[in-house]
């Protein structure tokens, strides 16, 4: 079976950079697989990339080489937009709840404005805003306040609950819990989880945390300066990485135990005295 | 709520700049400016629209009788003008006049500059190119004297001419509309409307509009009293056909000025109140859309007085250091001002201590008041802030009482900062060498300031500190602005080192190598160093004794290991457990694979 999202040497270079003087790549030949209902950690630190290859699945980045494919489809060249077709199963939870939802609308806007895009009745979008709000935990008399009137974590909710409102089958989750709270974070988190288990959505999870990948991701993909240096089973990329940047990565996030973490320390300044290398603890 | 119980922190961006519509509009009913300009605006609106009724003569119609009658005379209440015609039916067509040119103007300009700024700024590329150019090209003309060449054309006729006006205004709509809109352009909301399938129009309409309407309103109040004087200049030059206006009205009063005065005085009075109440509208709604208003300053002003008294009466008591502690603070308080006046605490009498050489560190959540506390130390907080403390001494020295000299003087040699956002931190005019050298120069000559700034850099880990040394800001990464940044903090060997989220910019990668170099630096110097944080890694990393705080309270202080394995309050317990176990991994399989699945 074909998976759902199937990326193909993607490269990308973005427009500008001046006469004979063009941008250097950002993306340097990326192919990866999403399966339905699964989830991949795409990890990676700032300038890896990792964002435009979410933005690149969005439509909202166009590709310069290699291709998309989305159950079957060639999106690569489709922008984000009213005539994407069945693309619009692909929806997106931003990083900053603060600057992604609009100031100008009631929650209800937000909400049912896909729905009404889609050419749904306002009143059937409209009733359908309440079952939406339920199922990512808000209370129902969100519909009728601003999403500047939410904290961070419920306004993430929002987003979500955007996302979920055209029933999408893959969401794409750029850092959506790095603006949270810690406490936040873990509830949002498992929002993630329960929801792709009852609707069975996909999931491309886009961070540079380590911890929340091992949390949400099914198999991790671990990007590096506009590639994709390594990729498998969580548990395995996670536990006994193979790549030398993995493992620097792996080694350079701080554990919360001071014990533990001055082992971890030693062991990362090991690694960079260019020493034997020792196995994470 | 969250808003009001924000204070206007550092770490805080401006949420987004849309206000409520009701909240505008409560604000501008209780502004008596916009209050008194509006029943202005509408009152010589309904005077000019009710002329034929309270009118005797057409503003025409010249009486040989009434030349120059005075003010008074029946029939001509206000007087005849040089020509016997009535000064006040001509006033109230003067006001139809002003205010026809400046919607007619308004109107135009805002209409095309709307439209096309809206397109360029959410377009962009040639669109944006073509537009900006002509629209700049029309900037270039020299207005007045278009309009004035242009009378054969217009024959006259003030609306033709208001029409080139508003055209000839476009630019100023144009440029603010598509500068705002490639604001908002890149705004993830955006995004995420393309991604839902929204069409550009709708996308426009709903969601970039909203965010430039309000500045339209104030910039067209601002153009409908340039239409205004225009027409009123051209008027009073003689210029265009023979219509009442303020500026005819104004030039016929002119020749007679010694002989009549007060016919002066009338179409001046009407002039001043139509544009002085637009301009008026303009500032009351700028005011109403910032969330200020005169009144609230002065309430708050006295609020704030109030509570500085009390902290004058209760500082005696403060003043001897009690602890040995090499920074200590006890009962600390921090109150910011509500739009209302009255005054809101963040940050309730948290304690802490930091004894010399140890590494402290302040935990919180967002809005626990960790970065406030931080600031209040430094003495770094907004000037509308209030902080009251039962004490709050370095090295015995009370910092709250001290004098913005002093602070100064205690900077540096006392206490240095580091912050979260390195790059916003350095000036990015000057390079970074010249900024160090800058801070040192109050110690040492030039000379000997760089040699020591480029023994620093070397020192933090920069690999060609003479270059460095000579890059500006943009030329460097977010880790090396991080430790130049620090290398400017521990320049003065300050006795203790306030570090605000110094590594939550930075990548886990760099992060790392700067906790390396903190570490190092502390022990070097034997620095104490509060770190502000809510990463529990950098705590169990750094850190010696933690102070946790939820709420603008300090709900734990201890030592770091027992924090980790034994917490006391409840809070500190959830903190600790809502940390993401590294041992947990997901093991449930994708449902398609199998529909149930334990974690």
């Given at each position: 079976m074909?998976p759902?999202?199937?990326?193909?040497?993607?490269?990308?270079?973005?427009?500008?950079?001046?006469?004979?003087?063009?941008?250097?790549?950002?993306l340097?030949?990326?192919?990866?697989?999403?399966?339905?209902?699964?989830?991949?950690?795409?990890?990676?630190?700032?300038?890896?990339?990792?964002?435009?290859?979410?933005?690149?699945?969005?439509?909202?980045?166009?590709?310069?080489?290699?291709?998309?494919?989305?159950?079957?489809?060639?999106?690569?060249?489709?922008?984000?937009?009213r005539?994407?077709?069945?693309?619009?199963?692909?929806?997106?939870?931003?990083?900053?709840?603060?600057?992604?939802?609009?100031?100008?609308?009631?929650?209800?806007?937000?909400?049912?404005?896909?729905?009404?895009?889609?050419?749904?009745?306002?009143?059937d979008?409209?009733?359908?805003?309440?079952?939406?709000l339920?199922r990512?935990?808000?209370?129902?008399?969100?519909?009728?306040?601003?999403?500047?009137?939410?904290?961070?974590?419920?306004?993430?909710?929002?987003?979500?609950?955007?996302?979920?409102?055209?029933e999408?089958?893959?969401?794409?989750?750029?850092?959506?819990?790095?603006?949270?709270?810690?406490?936040?974070?873990?509830?949002?988190?498992?929002?993630?989880?329960?929801?792709?288990?009852?609707t069975?959505?996909?999931y491309?999870?886009?961070?540079?945390?380590?911890?929340?990948?091992?949390?949400?991701?099914?198999?991790?993909?671990?990007m590096?300066q506009?590639?994709?240096?390594?990729?498998g089973?969580?548990?395995?990329?996670?536990?006994?990485?193979?790549?030398?940047?993995?493992?620097?990565l792996?080694l350079?996030a701080?554990?919360?135990?001071?014990?533990?973490q001055?082992?971890?320390?030693?062991?990362?300044?090991?690694?960079?005295?260019?020493?034997?290398?020792?196995?994470?603890? | 709520?969250?808003?009001?119980?924000?204070?206007?922190?550092?770490?805080?961006?401006?949420?987004?700049?849309?206000?409520?519509?009701?909240?505008?509009?409560?604000?501008?009913?209780?502004?008596?400016m916009?209050?008194g300009?509006?029943?202005?605006?509408?009152?010589?609106?309904?005077?000019?629209?009710l002329?034929?009724?309270?009118?005797?003569?057409d503003?025409?119609?010249?009486?040989?009788?009434?030349?120059?009658a005075p003010t008074?005379?029946?029939?001509w209440?206000?007087?005849?003008?040089?020509?016997?015609?009535?000064?006040?039916?001509?006033?109230?067509?003067?006001?139809?006049v002003?205010?026809?040119?400046?919607?007619?103007?308004t109107g135009?300009?805002?209409?095309?500059?709307?439209?096309?700024g809206?397109?360029?700024?959410?377009?962009?590329?040639?669109i944006?190119?073509?537009?900006?150019?002509?629209?700049?090209?029309?900037?270039?003309?020299?207005?007045?004297?278009i309009?004035?060449?242009?009378?054969?054309v217009?024959?006259?006729?003030?609306?033709?001419t208001?029409?080139?006006?508003?055209?000839?205004?476009?630019?100023?709509?144009?440029?603010?509309?598509?500068?705002?809109?490639?604001?908002?352009?890149?705004?993830?909301?955006?995004?995420?409307?393309?991604?839902?399938?929204?069409?550009?129009?709708?996308?426009?309409t709903?969601h970039?509009?909203?965010?430039?309407?309000?500045?339209?309103?104030?910039?067209?109040?601002?153009?409908?009293?340039?239409?205004?004087?225009?027409?009123?200049?051209?008027?009073?030059?003689?210029?265009?056909?023979?219509t009442?206006?303020?500026?005819?009205?104004?030039?016929q009063?002119?020749?007679?000025?010694?002989?009549?005065?007060?016919?002066l005085?009338w179409?001046?009075?009407?002039?001043?109140?139509?544009?002085?109440?637009?301009?008026?509208?303009?500032n009351?709604?700028?005011?109403?859309?910032?969330?200020?208003?005169?009144?609230?300053?002065?309430?708050?002003?006295?609020?704030i007085?109030?509570?500085?008294?009390?902290?004058?009466?209760?500082?005696?008591?403060?003043?001897?250091?009690?602890?040995?502690?090499?920074?200590?603070?006890?009962?600390?308080?921090?109150?910011?001002?509500?739009?209302d006046?009255?005054?809101?605490?963040?940050?309730?009498?948290?304690?802490?201590?930091?004894?010399?050489?140890?590494?402290?560190?302040?935990?919180?959540?967002?809005?626990?008041?960790?970065?406030?506390?931080?600031?209040?130390?430094?003495?770094?907080?907004?000037?509308?802030?209030?902080?009251?403390?039962?004490?709050?001494?370095?090295?015995?020295?009370?910092?709250?009482a001290?004098?913005?000299a002093?602070?100064r003087?205690?900077?540096?040699?006392?206490?240095?900062?580091?912050?979260?956002?390195?790059?916003?931190?350095l000036?990015?005019?000057?390079?970074?060498?010249?900024?160090?050298?800058?801070?040192l120069?109050?110690?040492?000559?030039?000379?000997?300031?760089?040699?020591?700034?480029?023994e620093?850099?070397?020192?933090?880990?920069?690999p060609?500190?003479?270059?460095?040394?000579?890059?500006?800001?943009?030329?460097?990464?977010?880790?090396?602005?991080?430790?130049?940044l620090?290398?400017?903090?521990?320049?003065?060997?300050?006795?203790?080192?306030i570090?605000?989220?110094?590594?939550?910019?930075?990548?886990?990668?760099?992060?790392?190598?700067?906790?390396?170099?903190?570490?190092?630096?502390?022990?070097?110097?034997?620095?104490?160093?509060?770190?502000?944080?809510?990463?529990?890694?950098?705590?169990?990393?750094?850190?010696?004794?933690?102070?946790?705080?939820?709420?603008?309270?300090?709900?734990?202080?201890?030592?770091v290991?027992?924090?980790?394995?034994?917490?006391?309050?409840e809070?500190?317990?959830?903190?600790?457990?809502s940390?993401?176990?590294?041992?947990?991994?997901r093991?449930?399989?994708?449902?398609?694979?199998?529909?149930?699945?334990?974690?």
């Amino acid at each position: 079976m074909n998976p759902l999202l199937q990326i193909d040497d993607l490269r990308l270079r973005y427009p500008g950079g001046g006469f004979r003087r063009r941008l250097p790549e950002v993306l340097k030949g990326v192919s990866l697989h999403i399966e339905a209902g699964e989830t991949l950690g795409l990890v990676g630190e700032s300038g890896s990339g990792k964002t435009t290859v979410g933005r690149a699945v969005l439509g909202l980045a166009q590709a310069t080489g290699g291709t998309i494919t989305f159950e079957g489809q060639d999106i690569t060249h489709l922008p984000a937009g009213r005539n994407r077709g069945d693309a619009r199963e692909i929806q997106v939870v931003f990083q900053d709840p603060y600057t992604s939802l609009t100031p100008a609308l009631q929650v209800r806007g937000i909400l049912s404005e896909p729905l009404i895009a889609q050419g749904i009745a306002r009143s059937d979008a409209e009733r359908r805003v309440s079952s939406l709000l339920d199922r990512v935990g808000l209370p129902k008399d969100s519909a009728d306040r601003f999403a500047r009137e939410f904290s961070g974590g419920q306004r993430q909710r929002i987003a979500i609950a955007r996302a979920l409102a055209l029933e999408p089958r893959l969401i794409v989750c750029d850092e959506p819990v790095s603006a949270l709270d810690l406490t936040t974070q873990a509830r949002v988190l498992d929002l993630l989880i329960e929801l792709q288990r009852n609707t069975g959505v996909a999931y491309l999870f886009i961070t540079h945390d380590l911890a929340v990948v091992r949390h949400i991701s099914h198999r991790v993909a671990v990007m590096y300066q506009g590639e994709i240096v390594e990729t498998g089973p969580a548990a395995t990329v996670t536990r006994h990485p193979q790549n030398d940047y993995t493992k620097r990565l792996l080694l350079a996030a701080p554990t919360a135990d001071p014990d533990a973490q001055a082992e971890r320390r030693a062991a990362r300044q090991a690694l960079r005295g260019r020493a034997e290398v020792p196995t994470a603890s | 709520m969250s808003q009001q119980l924000a204070p206007p922190g550092p770490d805080r961006t401006a949420a987004a700049p849309a206000k409520r519509k009701r909240r505008v509009t409560r604000a501008l009913l209780r502004n008596p400016m916009a209050v008194g300009s509006v029943v202005t605006l509408a009152a010589m609106t309904l005077l000019c629209l009710l002329a034929p009724v309270i009118t005797s003569h057409d503003p025409m119609y010249s009486s040989v009788e009434h030349v120059n009658a005075p003010t008074g005379t029946e029939g001509w209440w206000l007087g005849g003008d040089a020509q016997g015609r009535d000064m006040w039916s001509r006033l109230l067509a003067s006001i139809g006049v002003s205010l026809t040119a400046a919607l007619i103007g308004t109107g135009v300009s805002i209409v095309i500059g709307v439209v096309f700024g809206l397109i360029a700024g959410y377009v962009g590329r040639a669109i944006d190119s073509i537009a900006s150019w002509v629209f700049n090209l029309v900037l270039a003309l020299p207005t007045l004297l278009i309009l004035i060449v242009l009378l054969p054309v217009t024959r006259g006729s003030y609306q033709l001419t208001m029409l080139l006006l508003g055209v000839m205004l476009s630019p100023g709509v144009y440029r603010l509309v598509r500068n705002m809109v490639i604001g908002v352009r890149r705004e993830l909301y955006i995004d995420a409307a393309k991604v839902a399938g929204l069409s550009t129009w709708r996308i426009l309409t709903r969601h970039v509009f909203f965010v430039v309407r309000g500045p339209i309103v104030i910039q067209a109040a601002f153009i409908a009293t340039i239409c205004i004087n225009v027409q009123a200049g051209l008027a009073f030059l003689g210029v265009g056909a023979n219509t009442p206006s303020f500026g005819s009205m104004i030039s016929q009063a002119f020749t007679n000025l010694y002989g009549h005065p007060v016919q002066l005085l009338w179409p001046t009075l009407g002039l001043v109140a139509l544009t002085g109440s637009l301009i008026l509208f303009a500032n009351a709604y700028r005011d109403a859309l910032a969330g200020t208003t005169t009144a609230a300053r002065r309430r708050s002003r006295r609020a704030i007085a109030d509570v500085t008294r009390h902290a004058d009466e209760a500082a005696p008591a403060a003043e001897k250091p009690t602890g040995k502690a090499l920074l200590t603070v006890q009962d600390l308080s921090i109150a910011y001002p509500r739009p209302d006046g009255s005054l809101n605490e963040v940050v309730h009498k948290v304690s802490l201590t930091v004894d010399s050489g140890e590494v402290v560190g302040l935990v919180g959540e967002s809005g626990s008041g960790k970065t406030q506390t931080a600031f209040a130390i430094l003495g770094l907080l907004p000037h509308e802030a209030v902080v009251t403390a039962k004490e709050a001494s370095l090295d015995g020295r009370p910092l709250l009482a001290m004098t913005p000299a002093e602070l100064r003087k205690l900077r540096g040699p006392g206490v240095a900062y580091i912050p979260q956002e390195p790059m916003s931190n350095l000036d990015p005019s000057f390079t970074v060498g010249s900024q160090l050298v800058e801070a040192l120069r109050r110690t040492m000559p030039r000379v000997q300031a760089r040699q020591r700034v480029l023994e620093l850099l070397a020192r933090v880990g920069i690999p060609d500190p003479e270059r460095t040394f000579d890059s500006y800001p943009h030329q460097i990464s977010g880790g090396m602005a991080q430790r130049v940044l620090i290398a400017g903090a521990v320049a003065t060997h300050p006795k203790v080192l306030i570090a605000d989220e110094p590594t939550t910019a930075l990548d886990v990668t760099v992060q790392a190598e700067i906790l390396d170099l903190l570490r190092e630096l502390q022990r070097e110097l034997k620095m104490a160093v509060l770190l502000v944080t809510h990463n529990f890694g950098v705590v169990a990393d750094l850190c010696d004794r933690v102070v946790v705080m939820r709420d603008g309270r300090d709900v734990e202080t201890g030592e770091v290991r027992q924090i980790f394995s034994r917490p006391a309050h409840e809070y500190t317990k959830s903190l600790i457990d809502s940390i993401l176990d590294e041992e947990t991994l997901r093991t449930d399989a994708p449902v398609s694979k199998a529909k149930e699945g334990a974690r």
